[in-house]
């Protein structure tokens, strides 16, 4: 199965295999009116199979999100057909409206303008805690 | 503009700082009486309480300074839909400190982001409540002489109690302190304590059902109420309410050192045959609770 090479866009590579289509959701790339194609379990040499997001236009994406869902993924700028920066993700500090807390006790359950925030509290097992209840994000 | 969400907001050293200054402040109140003279101090509570709001009105007053505030949410612009962060702003101009309470959790620390001047949590949903902590370990030191070495029993409702969670984060960072913890499995520690807190500190901790089996290797027993306002079904609270009941009889084999604690209101958790009991600290502990307020506030107001 072939997907054509994009001349100007965003690619974002090496995505855990099943984890493309929460990163489609959470990119908000349905919204987009250009050409986006997502490929679930392709062929890989390292990874044995993994997921991929092609974006035919230089958008802004939210590099936490990706860093939030799979900080494996790379992420390839693309312009002219070329390869111009390719970066590692790392999982972020924050997350800001990214997710949102489902503790029904939280004060973002009932105050609709606050913006729901999620700290990183542990690396190691990649936790995100809500700043106001603490409740685990799932 | 300093606040205090969580005991955790405090430094091991500000804690005990603020222990001397409490102590300081028992033998000589005298010193202390005019401190907070031109100062206000406003209680917004959005739930009801009794001990906690008197507690710092009463702290605020023996400093010399006034008191304003509403003492439920029907009384205040929330009635109206006003959000905490608006009544905050509005707040902080009226005072130069405030003590919130809130049934939600994380609304003092949206509070402490807006008012511009010191919020204190004094209580938030099931979450935190940093001056009770501070009340049981100023009763714990005076008790005690310090927190080394100690096996605290905590028990009742583990899950939502959140002066156990909060007493559990600051006792963690003493050394040594040993934890058993007793309630129904309904009612267990969360694991975001248990995990985040004991274990990640590597503190030695049981977790048992059984009360009586438990008493006698203890130095401290933290009582607490089953609360039915944390319960979205009322079966469930009716269920669990008398889990526990602290009496005479479960103390026969107790430590005769022991020091019974519970952050009040009890219900029925312990008989009032133990009130005589010379272990009995729980009226001590909201004495202290005045006097640990008292510390914080100058502390917070830059007074001290």
Known sequence: ?138 | MRSINDIRDLTVDEINELIRLACDIIDHPEKYSEKCRGKKLATLFFEPSTRTRLSFEAAMYELGGNVLGFSEAQSSSAAKGESVADTARTVGCYADIIAMRHPKEGAPFVASQHAGVPVINAGDGGHNHPTQTLADLLTIYREKGGFENLTVGLCGDLKFGRTVHSLINALARYSNVRFVLISPEELKVPSYVKKDVIQKNGLPYVQTTDLEAAIPELDILYMTRVQRERFFNEEDYLRLKDSYILDPKKLVDAKEDLCIMHPLPRVNEISVAIDKDPRACYFKQVLNGKYMRMALMLKLLELA
């Open chain 1, 1 to 138: 199965m072939r997907v054509d090479a994009i001349q100007n866009g965003i690619v974002i590579d090496h995505i855990t295999a099943g984890r493309g289509m929460q990163l489609y959701d959470l990119l908000g790339l349905e919204s987009l009116g250009c050409p986006v194609a997502l490929m679930m379990n392709a062929v890989s040499g390292k990874m044995g199979r993994k997921d991929i997001i092609k974006i035919d236009a230089e958008i802004p994406v939210d590099l936490d999100v990706i860093g939030y869902v799979d900080p494996g993924a790379t992420v390839n700028f693309i312009r002219d057909g070329a390869l111009v920066e390719k970066r590692n993700i790392e999982m972020p500090k924050m997350l800001t409206n990214v997710i949102r807390c489902k503790n029904p006790r939280c004060i973002t359950s009932v105050e609709q303008e606050l913006d729901h925030v999620f700290r990183l509290t542990d690396v190691k097992n990649k936790i995100y805690r809500c700043i106001y209840c603490e409740t685990k994000a799932k």
